[in-house]
């Protein structure tokens, strides 16, 4: 469906300057590491500043892959959600939970501070806020991270992605939050299944978009 991040980004730039138009109030917020790469393409289209927002998965016991939930920040502030569904199969303890939170925490505080390169953080108060990702499948992190933008006091928020399954845009939109996908394929699977070329994106990579697109 998509060459790679850089097509999908430039496709999805088009499609939210239609949507936005000229708008310098914007400020595009990208999740790393992939959806920097997205995102530097939107800010391109939009003549927007560009920053990072970090989330992270919160891993289940001895399988850090398997999601039990996610968390982001907010100045500081921790925004959890938990999957209390996969928490009650698994049987994971609430001391875990609270451990993998605060390991979670430092892990987002690290690499803020890294990517950023000692820049403050783009304000977002009162601007149209785009949060953007390479794809969303279950959307556990994004929802983490859009709650965490919202404590930021935009004007609006957008969450924006190349492809998502049309169920989880269904879900974004009973919690309020607008999700715009190009594409909303069904049966979905993973994000990776609709890119050519999903090659894992480095630190450095992130870095040099932030970089090369952020205001001052």
Known sequence: MFRD????????GAHLKQKLGDNGEAVVLGIPRGGVI?????V???????DVTVPRKLGAPDNPELAV?????????EIALVDERTVRVLGVPASYLEEEIERQRKEILRREAAYR?????????GRIAVLVDDGIATGLTARAAARAVLRRSPRELLVAVPVAPPETVREFAAEGLR???????SPFGAVGRFYL???????????????AHRVG
């Not at 390169?117 to 108060?125: F, K, S």
């Open 44 to 50: 391109t289209a939009l003549g927007a500043p560009l």
């Open 179 to 185: 999700l715009e996908a190009l594409e909303t394929p």
């Open 117 to 125: 390169e000692g820049r403050a953080p783009e304000p977002v108060e």
């Open 197 to 211: 070329d999903f090659r894992q994106v480095e630190d450095e990579e992130v870095k040099a978009a932030l970089r």
């Open 69 to 77: 939930g996610a968390l982001a920040l907010a100045d500081g502030e």
């Open 38 to 42: 997205v995102a530097a393409q939107v």
């Open 5 to 12: 991040r850089e097509e999908a980004g430039r496709l999805l």
